[in-house]
């Protein structure tokens, strides 16, 4: 974003001041990365760096670390099947203090709401949050509610936050990963993003699907359990999906990332959505799963502890880190070819979180 | 809300199906706290209930009690004399934080934005927060960013979450308060809220003013030292202004609170704006003052301990707890006269902070 091409360098007017936020922005791509690296981050100064390669800070504390993670949720329509924008939000920050090995044992939660939202509905989302919550096992412990003007938000935004402890033993990263490294999916991909975007658009498919929206921290306690510190980086592959978090990892290890294409699960209707609107299915966004990079002596120890769990039944090895391409992510097709899988660039799917 | 009249009650189509969130859910008055008590606390579950009552969650834990505090941030306009919405969300939550006696050592903070808006804006917001963190000396440690499309949110909203460590001896809480019981405040109030309005309706006054905006941390660790559990109850009056904090902390502890009205400080700006608005100085919110409930031992040091720090300095005590009228604020007036201070019922001022 703030590289100058020479048009521009003779410009009187910055660049960067004629520059405006794109949807792309959100997207969990390259454009979000580059915003968050070159706007927020230097901004808000360098603690929150961390902020842009994991999932939530961990925070060094007497009685085992502290774990802190926080999402807006802005999904759109927000009631889709298999769950709506409250138990989204709970799974989510969920997941994002487990990928840091927390145990997360409380939430916040802070509603945004437009003038004019149905009391039911808000009230229905607030339940299902709360359900989702009890599920999990971790209490919404405190809150806040803003009510702007009709136009002013769409509907209702809700931005949670999550605090664990640390498991012993956890020592997860994504700067961690090493070569040979094996890469273990927990389940099936691209069902959240084709769900929300076939309720969006009101499109039907031969197949009906549903997110894939779950707490996975229970996953995460068994694979530690399993595993323990050979267990090198988790990440759930949201925004920007499979594509991004391997990237993602690659690059914050300096490593390559070798997928086997073919031993990706992708469920039929998934697939056949996104054959239909020209979708990678490895940039699809997930609720419910996750990615694993583990030292190979631990791999079929914890795949095993991983299919042991419902999270975890459909657990796969899809491919491995190596040593060479750093920082790219490498898929070898059915065919035997290789393709490099990139991050999204932009935006395929808005508000799809 | 959930009042049934006799019109509604004959009506087949129940009443609150067809409720609809109002500015006034909003105000940090009656109708925010019907909205919590009757529609969001009964959803997220029972431990989401002393978000209702306090300004933050204590935590208990092994090494010293956690306090967690989330807030939404949505002022209009976003840049006023004395901040923006990104300092203002860093100083809003540690308050909140503070005002449960915690320490705090981390945030976090999600930010909303709306497509279009300008980078340097999303810039200048970030880097506020990031040197209100840094001057409060409590980094901002992991974060999120969505962006919505155009016409979705307004412009920008934040919100932020703030975790803290309790206060050794710290044992605050709204219901704690007892008859006898001083009421101390900070400093003048009706800054921040006049300043938002006169800024967002580009009204001049004869003087000008600024938000009080400012953390209130170190101030409470002072007021702490010299007061220990002897403070009973502290609140930043924001959103709802004093009278609203007062009511609550009367309701919570089932005290009267009787005001000095002349005692409290009113700042010229402040008072001559608030008569052409037809506004009460006690209803508009506050971002940088605070309101303490002191045993009337302990209350000489505590207020002594108050004045020795810049954000104290204009402290005065303001009025006390009393046996009668449990729930009511009740002011003395200059003339002599008695006054119920009533909690604002609707919406006066949308989107203060």
Same mark, same amino acid.
């Given at each position: 974003?703030?590289?100058?091409?020479?048009?521009?360098?003779?410009?009187?007017?910055?660049?960067?001041?004629?520059?405006?936020?794109?949807?792309?922005?959100?997207?969990?791509?390259?454009?979000?990365?580059?915003?968050?690296?070159?706007?927020?981050?230097?901004?808000?100064?360098?603690?929150?760096?961390?902020?842009?390669?994991?999932?939530?800070?961990?925070?060094?504390?007497?009685?085992?670390?502290?774990?802190?993670?926080?999402?807006?949720?802005?999904?759109?329509?927000?009631?889709?099947?298999?769950?709506?924008?409250?138990?989204?939000?709970?799974?989510?920050?969920?997941?994002?203090?487990?990928?840091?090995?927390?145990?997360?044992?409380?939430?916040?939660?802070?509603?945004?709401?437009?003038?004019?939202?149905?009391?039911?509905?808000?009230?229905?989302?607030?339940?299902?949050?709360?359900?989702?919550?009890?599920?999990?096992?971790?209490?919404?412990?405190?809150?806040?509610?803003?009510?702007?003007?009709?136009?002013?938000?769409?509907?209702?935004?809700?931005?949670?936050?999550?605090?664990?402890?640390?498991?012993?033993?956890?020592?997860?990263? $994504? #700067?961690?990963? !090493? +070569? &040979?490294?094996?890469?273990?999916?927990?389940?099936?991909?691209? =069902?959240?993003? %084709?769900?929300? *975007?076939?309720?969006?658009?009101?499109?039907?498919?031969?197949?009906?699907?549903?997110?894939?929206?779950?707490?996975?921290?229970?996953?995460?306690?068994?694979?530690?359990?399993?595993?323990?510190?050979?267990?090198?980086?988790?990440?759930?592959?949201?925004?920007?999906?499979?594509?991004?978090?391997?990237?993602?990892?690659?690059?914050?290890?300096?490593?390559?990332?070798?997928?086997?294409?073919?031993?990706?699960?992708?469920?039929?209707?998934?697939?056949?959505?996104?054959?239909?609107?020209?979708?990678?299915?490895?940039?699809?966004?997930?609720?419910?799963?996750?990615?694993?990079?583990?030292?190979?002596?631990?791999?079929?120890?914890?795949?095993?502890?991983?299919?042991?769990?419902?999270?975890?039944?459909?657990?796969?090895?899809?491919?491995? $880190? #190596?040593?060479? !391409? +750093? &920082?790219?992510?490498?898929?070898?097709?059915?065919?035997?070819? =290789?393709?490099? %899988?990139?991050? *999204?660039?932009?935006?395929?799917?808005?508000?799809?979180?």
């Amino acid at each position: 974003m703030t590289r100058v091409d020479p048009a521009w360098a003779a410009c009187p007017v910055p660049r960067e001041e004629t520059e405006r936020v794109l949807l792309g922005h959100g997207s969990g791509g390259q454009l979000s990365a580059a915003l968050l690296r070159e706007v927020i981050v230097p901004g808000l100064g360098p603690a929150a760096a961390g902020g842009g390669v994991e999932d939530a800070a961990v925070l060094a504390g007497g009685a085992g670390d502290l774990v802190l993670s926080t999402d807006a949720f802005v999904v759109q329509p927000r009631f889709f099947p298999g769950g709506d924008i409250g138990s989204l939000a709970v799974h989510g920050t969920v997941n994002d203090v487990a990928m840091m090995g927390g145990e997360p044992f409380a939430l916040s939660l802070a509603f945004i709401v437009e003038e004019g939202l149905p009391v039911a509905e808000l009230r229905a989302v607030a339940a299902s949050a709360g359900r989702a919550a009890a599920a999990a096992g971790v209490p919404v412990v405190t809150g806040d509610t803003k009510v702007v003007g009709r136009g002013a938000a769409d509907g209702l935004f809700v931005t949670t936050t999550g605090l664990g402890r640390r498991l012993p033993g956890a020592r997860l990263s $994504a #700067t961690r990963v !090493r +070569p &040979g490294d094996q890469v273990l999916l927990s389940g099936p991909i691209g =069902r959240h993003g %084709v769900t929300v *975007l076939s309720a969006r658009e009101g499109l039907e498919f031969d197949a009906a699907t549903a997110s894939d929206s779950q707490p996975l921290h229970r996953l995460v306690r068994a694979m530690l359990a399993a595993g323990a510190d050979r267990v090198h980086a988790l990440r759930d592959p949201t925004r920007g999906g499979l594509a991004s978090a391997l990237t993602e990892i690659a690059e914050a290890s300096g490593v390559g990332v070798e997928l086997v294409e073919a031993a990706v699960p992708v469920p039929a209707p998934v697939a056949a959505a996104c054959e239909l609107l020209g979708l990678d299915p490895l940039q699809v966004a997930n609720e419910g799963c996750l990615v694993a990079f583990v030292a190979p002596a631990a791999a079929p120890a914890v795949l095993a502890a991983m299919r042991a769990r419902p999270e975890g039944a459909g657990a796969v090895r899809i491919g491995e $880190a #190596t040593g060479e !391409r +750093p &920082g790219r992510v490498t898929a070898r097709t059915l065919v035997g070819a =290789r393709r490099t %899988v990139d991050m *999204l660039v932009g935006e395929q799917l808005p508000r799809i979180c």
